[in-house]
């Protein structure tokens, strides 16, 4: 890495008794390029000047939490020796349709500076960020030595983009789009170069067309690195076989259709090749389970660490016999046709878990009524997974019903969470059983759990959710609500209560300007705020703009109807001044 | 064979214009895939995908509805309008109370009045009554009156069916609205979970081995589904009358009319007319993805090949019966 040397000392610094440390600036680069953490060099770069020096210099990764909080000169000005960027876009509620197309957040005034600033860039990861076709061909043309394509969430590409990516980026080792919005023009993109071997990392799971199964063998053949591969929903089962017979290396996978393929001569040559794959710690795809198949599996199973069939509609029988096969498993993620009896499979075969998260396998599905039979998991397959899982610290957990009592007894028996996101998909659903707010349940949550980091609330609550919160979760940093809270009360309490808040995102509830105001002082120390049909007038968010000059309020006005009722809210604290780049409905205020 | 579109009672396609391409290696656009898909499925002389019952918007285009996915029940205090997947911008149509329902919270027997109401097409008046709607197409605001009454009141959720201890399941406290970006589901994988985990689903609950045929029974017009096990039954006998209960809530004025005494000793054919005879008749979805009517096919083989059940209107069935009959023709 070239170092190069600034020399625009103050002549004070020069002498002994002003200076923090004796020995000179290289050495103090040298010492902070293991400081990785972008929290621990924000901290180092506020000690003092030389510091600040050291530290800008040194900096080959930068993390920009909301792409709109500083611009790209300011970026390449401060930092001058970046090799990797990481750009996070749009508010997360994009991810449910409630930002508009065309808000913005694109990648390529971004990358127009990197070309001159860092013509070494090697690694670019985006999430919810607009990435065109025309952005990746000259991302391809413009970076020789650029290695890791990931966009996450993103949107506005083709496998157009893809292609000139594998085209001209001679150095790639990684390319991930995974849950991308991608436009799929054909499976022709997967065209590297024959002389092309140092791909470490391919994951097009969510692409929809087949891709030239005949490239992608001879790709994974050559490149002997590869340790990610996730193919999508086209590479059959007999593909998959050959596939892994060229990579017993690999260490995630993610696999096509698990089901009948005519072309696969029998199971135990997929058995084997399974088999082979000792280093296997994840695993996901698994499109379309047919039972008879997932045996083929197991063999490769013992060092399991992550297991994703959140796509795969399991029985609950299917997975207890799955699940015996993990012991190592530390993340699961499962739909919810696995009900609470598969849940109670997770806990009777997976101790050392930490993570699970359970989605809805008809989320949008009318209020069914069982004869008898179950429909998604309740709050006992809950609490049976904390009883045997007592490392848990991270659920997200989709259910119809939930008590209070239930949500208690799981933190009661796992009291480290960090990450506690319930969703009961019925709004304002009471406990079903005393009919009372949850308020209780997550008053449990915050007064027993001490590290909760991440907070996702759902059902009936009043204030005295907030104020629970507000007193108690003193590490939180993110918290999402929709659809409760009673008043303005609720989110004041949160505001005044939460020091560490950082992002706060709240649809349809009944907070006002008062709410809005009363965070005044706090938005400069968090990262952004949304506020969607709720309380807000356009007076209320005009006087927060012009009472805090560095925050950016936006309000995205879709209807003409009601000029006062401000719909969407959207507030970031930026040095960067208001967007340029704002959509005709993007007011900044 | 085209993946079927997955209807709701209401008829709300579940499938994105991403998905439907899935099956489809063309690089057709996806809407031409998917209104083909739709062509093949069904004779010309039925449409049902125009003839089901979906909520729309007022002002949403109602024919384009791969893109619609949500229902509107507007009693909500704010703006909660449709889910439709594109654009925000689409739903918004001022709050809610615009939507002018007839009628505050009713009993159930208010759904079963006027069958009007659930008459989807050439009446026009279901259009009429909600002259606040603008532009609601034929489709959009007559559908919604029948849910109204269930939605959830801006207080809490009406509490009397779950506070009876959560024995009793019991009828549901109130049909979800749908809401945009409700529940909280990422696109990516509300696009890929509309065709295949579903299937997988069914596919897996309809397993001989499993011990239990659950299959889902909607009914045009009525706020929630069923599920029953098909196992529990050994003809169309016992499955009619189970089903009669289960829905008769949904049914007052309609069999009452047509008096159905005597259910005992009831054949397969008889079903047959009796269910013509009334405003509704019961079908069903085939492994293929195909809707037949109940009753053509041997008890067995029934329960083999059925998906999921539907009560549908009469009119709509129309064209059903002889395809059916070509059907088991083709398979025997």
Same mark, same amino acid.
């Given at each position: 890495?070239?170092? %190069?040397?600034?020399?625009?000392?103050?002549?004070?610094?020069?002498?002994?008794?002003?200076?923090?440390?004796?020995?000179?600036?290289?050495? =103090?680069?040298?010492?902070?390029?293991?400081?990785?953490?972008?929290?621990?060099?924000?901290?180092?770069?506020?000690?003092?000047?030389?510091?600040?020096? @050291?530290?800008?210099?040194?900096?080959?990764?930068?993390?920009?939490?909301?792409?709109?909080?500083?611009?790209?000169?300011?970026?390449?000005?401060?930092?001058?020796?970046?090799? *990797?960027?990481?750009?996070?876009?749009?508010?997360?509620? *994009?991810?449910?349709?409630?930002?508009?197309?065309?808000?913005?957040?694109?990648?390529?005034?971004?990358?127009?500076?990197?070309?001159?600033?860092?013509?070494?860039?090697?690694?670019?990861?985006?999430?919810?960020?607009?990435?065109?076709?025309?952005?990746?061909?000259?991302?391809?043309?413009?970076?020789?030595?650029?290695?890791?394509?990931?966009?996450?969430?993103?949107?506005?590409?083709?496998?157009?983009?893809?292609?000139?990516?594998?085209?001209?980026?001679?150095?790639?080792?990684?390319?991930?789009?995974?849950?991308?919005?991608?436009?799929?023009?054909?499976?022709?993109?997967?065209?590297?170069?024959?002389?092309?071997?140092?791909?470490?990392?391919?994951?097009?799971?969510?692409?929809?067309?087949?891709?030239?199964?005949?490239?992608?063998?001879?790709?994974?053949?050559?490149?002997?690195?590869?340790?990610?591969?996730?193919?999508?929903?086209?590479?059959?089962?007999? #593909?998959?076989?050959?596939?892994?017979?060229?990579?017993?290396?690999?260490?995630?996978?993610?696999?096509?259709?698990? *089901?009948?393929?005519? %072309?696969?001569?029998?199971?135990?040559?997929?058995?084997?090749?399974?088999?082979?794959?000792?280093?296997?710690?994840?695993?996901?795809?698994?499109?379309?389970?047919?039972?008879?198949?997932?045996?083929?599996?197991?063999?490769?199973?013992?060092?399991?660490?992550?297991?994703?069939?959140?796509?795969?509609?399991?029985?609950?029988?299917?997975?207890?016999?799955?699940?015996?096969?993990?012991?190592?498993?530390?993340?699961?993620?499962?739909?919810?046709?696995?009900?609470?009896?598969?849940?109670?499979?997770?806990?009777?075969?997976?101790?050392?878990?930490?993570?699970?998260?359970?989605?809805?396998?008809?989320?949008?599905?009318?209020?069914?009524?069982?004869?008898?039979?179950?429909?998604?998991?309740?709050? &006992?397959?809950?609490?049976?997974?904390?009883?045997?899982?007592?490392?848990?610290?991270?659920?997200?957990?989709?259910?119809?019903?939930?008590?209070?009592? @239930?949500?208690?007894?799981?933190?009661?028996?796992?009291?480290?969470?960090?990450?506690?996101?319930?969703?009961?998909?019925?709004?304002?659903?009471?406990?079903?059983?005393?009919?009372?707010?949850?308020?209780?349940?997550?008053?449990?949550?915050? %007064?027993?759990?001490?590290?909760?980091?991440?907070?996702?609330?759902?059902? =009936?609550?009043?204030?005295?959710?907030?104020?629970?919160?507000?007193?108690?979760?003193?590490?939180?940093?993110?918290? &999402?609500?929709?659809?409760?809270?009673?008043?303005?009360?609720?989110?004041?309490?949160?505001?005044?209560?939460?020091? %560490?808040?950082?992002?706060?995102?709240?649809?349809?509830?009944?907070?006002?300007?008062?709410?809005?105001?009363?965070?005044?002082?706090?938005?400069? &120390? $968090?990262?952004?705020?949304? $506020?969607?049909?709720?309380?807000?007038? $356009?007076?209320?968010? #005009?006087?927060?703009?012009?009472?805090?000059?560095?925050?950016?309020?936006?309000?995205?006005?879709?209807?003409?109807?009601?000029?006062?009722?401000?719909?969407?809210?959207?507030?970031?604290?930026?040095?960067?001044?208001?967007?340029?780049? @704002?959509?005709?409905?993007?007011?900044?205020? | 064979?085209?993946?079927?579109?997955?209807?709701?009672?209401?008829?709300?396609?579940?499938? /994105?214009?991403?998905?439907?391409?899935?099956?489809?290696?063309?690089?057709?656009?996806?809407?031409?895939?998917?209104?083909?898909?739709?062509?093949?499925?069904?004779?010309?002389?039925?449409?049902?995908?125009?003839?089901?019952?979906?909520?729309?918007?007022?002002?949403?285009? /109602?024919?384009?509805?791969?893109?619609?996915?949500?229902?509107?029940?507007?009693?909500?205090?704010?703006?909660?309008?449709?889910?439709?997947?594109?654009?925000?911008?689409?739903?918004?149509?001022?709050?809610?109370?615009?939507?002018?329902?007839?009628?505050?919270?009713?009993?159930?027997?208010?759904?079963?009045?006027? +069958?009007?109401?659930?008459?989807?097409?050439?009446? +026009?008046?279901?259009?009429?009554?909600?002259?606040?709607?603008?532009?609601?197409?034929?489709?959009?605001?007559?559908?919604?009156?029948?849910?109204?009454?269930?939605?959830?009141?801006?207080?809490?959720?009406?509490?009397?069916?779950?506070?009876?201890?959560?024995?009793?399941?019991?009828?549901?406290?109130?049909?979800?609205?749908?809401?945009?970006?409700?529940?909280?589901?990422?696109?990516?994988?509300?696009?890929?979970?509309?065709?295949?985990?579903?299937?997988?689903?069914?596919?897996?609950?309809?397993?001989?081995?499993?011990?239990?045929?659950?299959?889902?029974?909607?009914?045009?017009?009525?706020?929630?589904?069923?599920?029953?096990?098909?196992?529990?039954?050994?003809?169309?006998?016992?499955?009619?009358?189970?089903?009669?209960?289960?829905?008769?809530?949904?049914?007052?004025?309609?069999? +009452?009319?047509? +008096?159905?005494?005597?259910?005992?000793?009831?054949?397969?054919?008889?079903?047959?007319?009796?269910?013509?005879?009334?405003?509704?008749?019961?079908?069903?979805?085939?492994?293929?993805?195909?809707?037949?009517?109940?009753?053509?096919?041997?008890?067995?083989?029934?329960?083999?090949?059925?998906?999921?059940?539907?009560?549908?209107?009469?009119?709509?069935?129309?064209?059903?019966?002889?395809?059916?009959?070509?059907?088991?023709?083709?398979?025997?």
């Amino acid at each position: 890495m070239a170092i %190069k040397k600034q020399k625009e000392l103050d002549i004070e610094e020069k002498s002994p008794e002003n200076r923090i440390l004796s020995f000179p600036d290289e050495v =103090l680069e040298r010492v902070l390029v293991f400081v990785k953490t972008h929290k621990d060099r924000s901290a180092v770069s506020l000690v003092c000047r030389d510091w600040y020096n @050291a530290e800008r210099w040194s900096r080959t990764h930068v993390f920009i939490g909301n792409c709109y909080s500083v611009s790209p000169e300011m970026v390449a000005r401060r930092f001058p020796n970046i090799r *990797s960027v990481t750009l996070k876009g749009k508010p997360r509620f *994009s991810d449910f349709n409630l930002v508009p197309p065309n808000w913005g957040s694109d990648i390529h005034p971004w990358l127009v500076v990197f070309a001159s600033a860092y013509p070494f860039l090697e690694e670019l990861r985006l999430k919810r960020m607009t990435v065109t076709d025309e952005s990746l061909d000259f991302l391809a043309r413009s970076f020789p030595e650029f290695k890791a394509l990931s966009l996450v969430s993103c949107d506005g590409f083709s496998t157009d983009g893809l292609a000139s990516i594998t085209t001209y980026c001679r150095n790639l080792t990684e390319l991930d789009i995974q849950e991308s919005g991608i436009e799929d023009l054909g499976g022709s993109w997967l065209n590297f170069p024959e002389s092309f071997t140092s791909l470490e990392a391919l994951n097009f799971a969510n692409l929809h067309s087949e891709v030239n199964f005949d490239a992608l063998e001879r790709l994974v053949a050559r490149c002997k690195s590869l340790k990610v591969l996730k193919v999508n929903k086209h590479v059959m089962l007999e #593909q998959l076989r050959r596939l892994l017979v060229r990579a017993p290396q690999l260490t995630e996978l993610g696999t096509g259709p698990f *089901s009948q393929d005519h %072309k696969l001569r029998s199971h135990i040559d997929l058995e084997s090749a399974f088999s082979n794959c000792k280093n296997l710690n994840t695993l996901s795809g698994l499109w379309e389970v047919s039972s008879m198949y997932l045996p083929a599996l197991f063999p490769a199973c013992t060092n399991l660490t992550f297991l994703n069939l959140s796509y795969t509609a399991l029985q609950s029988a299917e997975l207890a016999k799955l699940l015996q096969k993990c012991p190592l498993l530390r993340r699961l993620w499962v739909l919810d046709t696995v009900e609470d009896k598969g849940l109670e499979a997770v806990a009777s075969s997976c101790h050392l878990l930490q993570e699970l998260r359970v989605f809805p396998a008809d989320p949008f599905e009318q209020e069914v009524i069982m004869e008898g039979g179950g429909n998604g998991v309740t709050e &006992s397959g809950f609490v049976a997974v904390s009883e045997g899982c007592p490392n848990l610290h991270y659920v997200l957990y989709f259910c119809h019903q939930m008590t209070n009592a @239930a949500v208690a007894t799981v933190v009661r028996n796992c009291p480290n969470f960090t990450h506690f996101r319930l969703c009961i998909m019925d709004m304002r659903r009471p406990d079903y059983l005393t009919n009372e707010p949850m308020d209780e349940a997550f008053g449990a949550v915050v %007064k027993t759990c001490s590290k909760l980091r991440r907070l996702a609330v759902s059902g =009936l609550l009043t204030d005295r959710a907030f104020e629970y919160i507000g007193t108690y979760a003193k590490n939180l940093e993110t918290l &999402s609500v929709a659809f409760a809270g009673s008043s303005d009360r609720g989110m004041q309490c949160v505001l005044e209560g939460c020091p %560490k808040l950082r992002k706060l995102e709240i649809r349809d509830c009944p907070f006002g300007n008062a709410a809005l105001l009363s965070g005044l002082e706090r938005y400069e &120390s $968090m990262r952004s705020l949304w $506020m969607s049909a709720c309380n807000l007038t $356009m007076n209320g968010c #005009q006087l927060l703009a012009r009472k805090m000059p560095r925050l950016n309020v936006e309000v995205i006005k879709e209807d003409e109807s009601d000029d006062m009722h401000a719909e969407k809210v959207y507030v970031y604290r930026s040095v960067a001044g208001p967007r340029r780049d @704002a959509p005709p409905f993007v007011l900044t205020l | 064979m085209s993946p079927p579109l997955e209807h709701d009672y209401i008829g709300l396609s579940e499938i /994105s214009s991403m998905e439907s391409s899935d099956k489809f290696s063309s690089s057709d656009s996806s809407s031409a895939a998917v209104a083909e898909d739709a062509k093949d499925h069904r004779p010309p002389a039925l449409n049902l995908k125009e003839t089901e019952l979906r909520l729309g918007l007022p002002g949403s285009e /109602s024919p384009d509805r791969k893109e619609k996915v949500g229902l509107t029940l507007g009693l909500l205090p704010k703006s909660f309008v449709s889910g439709a997947k594109r654009g925000f911008s689409d739903a918004i149509d001022g709050p809610a109370g615009k939507w002018g329902f007839s009628g505050g919270a009713g009993s159930d027997g208010e759904l079963g009045k006027g +069958g009007v109401l659930f008459s989807p097409r050439g009446e +026009g008046g279901a259009g009429g009554q909600h002259s606040g709607q603008g532009s609601a197409g034929k489709d959009a605001a007559a559908k919604a009156t029948g849910q109204e009454k269930k939605a959830p009141a801006p207080t809490p959720a009406p509490a009397s069916a779950s506070a009876s201890g959560g024995s009793d399941r019991g009828i549901a406290p109130a049909a979800k609205a749908q809401v945009v970006g409700w529940p909280p589901i990422r696109s990516y994988r509300k696009n890929t979970m509309a065709t295949n985990p579903l299937k997988n689903k069914e596919d897996a609950e309809g397993k001989q081995g499993f011990g239990c045929l659950y299959v889902k029974v909607s009914m045009d017009g009525a706020p929630y589904l069923r599920k029953v096990d098909l196992k529990t039954y050994n003809n169309y006998k016992e499955l009619s009358s189970a089903l009669e209960k289960m829905f008769s809530c949904f049914t007052i004025g309609q069999c +009452g009319s047509h +008096g159905i005494p005597g259910r005992d000793g009831l054949s397969e054919s008889r079903l047959m007319d009796l269910l013509n005879g009334s405003e509704y008749v019961l079908t069903y979805e085939d492994k293929d993805g195909d809707w037949m009517l109940v009753g053509d096919v041997p008890w067995e083989m029934f329960t083999d090949s059925c998906r999921r059940l539907r009560i549908m209107k009469g009119s709509d069935a129309i064209g059903l019966a002889p395809r059916a009959m070509e059907k088991c023709k083709n398979r025997n």
